[in-house]
């Protein structure tokens, strides 16, 4: 198959619901007009754009291609890059370390032993952040607006997953715990009313003293010129046992739920427009550049 009937194969032609900007010529597009929507990226672009130009589908979203005429690039990033780069970087450096003391027996004691806990645990988080971007790209409609692997400034520590949608900005974190997510609450009454995040019979509450850090660093980002748009927290669990109805829950205004009811919140409806949604992005992805 051609790159040109790949993808007319992902494309769309649909009455827009939000008005947008065509990805290739970069006029206005508005609500109710018919386009052509194209899945890979999703955004959209003119019936009349030719379909030659498309890009092909790629790991990750890319929010605009650049035009003399059109509106800026923003480069929406490789999920789980990072992690992938600082475990690779550590294997390296273990390797080196052991060829270098067993210049004779450094292959076969590395062939009969494994990463320790410490390395793989990269390598796992970046699994995990590309399962939960993948699924997001799957699920989430034409509104939404994905940036992955985003460095927070002046530290070492980034975010794994900022989604901009109608209803409002979500930082994502994505979590590969196995075991039954639940919410249990004690007290009330006669003591003070506590809550606790578990998973899998462990005590995993601490998840969110990290993920109101991330929620607030990107609720000062936008806090001059984007002061009322609410910005949430979603610990987004991939390998967990969750049930087959119900299941998802809120804990201290964090939502905890798995890749594809994530999705469905964020195709809510809401009261930002396209326009303010591109803003937004354009915006986070200037303040939280790619790790």
Not at 13 to 34: D, H, I, N, S, W
Not at 254 to 263: G, R, T
């Amino acid at each position: 198959m051609s790159d040109t009937d790949a993808g007319a194969a992902t494309d769309k032609t649909m009455r827009l619901r939000y008005a947008g900007p065509c990805r290739l010529c970069g006029a206005q597009l508005t609500a109710g007009e018919v386009a052509v929507y194209e899945r890979p990226t999703k955004t959209v672009r003119c019936v009349s754009c030719p379909q030659s130009e498309v890009t092909s589908p790629g790991p990750s979203k890319v929010a605009d291609v650049p035009t003399p005429s059109g509106p800026p690039v923003i480069e929406s990033g490789v999920a789980g890059a990072s992690a992938q780069r600082e475990h690779a970087r550590r294997a390296a450096k273990r390797e080196d370390r052991i060829r270098a003391a067993h210049p004779k027996l450094g292959g076969l004691m590395l062939a009969l032993s494994g990463d320790p806990q410490t390395t793989r645990v990269w390598s796992t988080g970046a699994v995990g952040e590309q399962i939960v971007a993948r699924s997001l790209d799957k699920w989430a409609n034409e509104h939404v607006r994905m940036l992955h692997d985003r460095r927070i400034p002046r530290t070492k520590a980034n975010i794994d997953h900022i989604a901009v949608a109608p209803s409002g900005v979500y930082v994502i974190d994505a979590k590969r715990y196995k075991g039954w997510p639940d919410l249990r609450i004690q007290g009330g009454i006669l003591r003070p009313r506590t809550t606790t995040l578990v998973v899998g019979g462990r005590d995993c509450t601490k998840l969110l003293d990290g993920m109101h850090k991330q929620v607030d660093l990107v609720r000062s980002a936008l806090d001059q010129s984007h002061p009322d748009v609410p910005v949430r927290g979603m610990l987004c669990f991939v390998d967990a046992d969750w049930p087959l109805i119900g299941g998802a829950f809120s804990i201290d205004h964090v939502d905890v739920l798995w890749p594809k009811k994530a999705a469905q919140l964020l195709n809510n409806d809401g009261p930002l427009s396209s326009d303010q949604v591109f803003a937004l992005h354009q915006h986070l992805a200037a303040t939280f550049p790619v790790a």
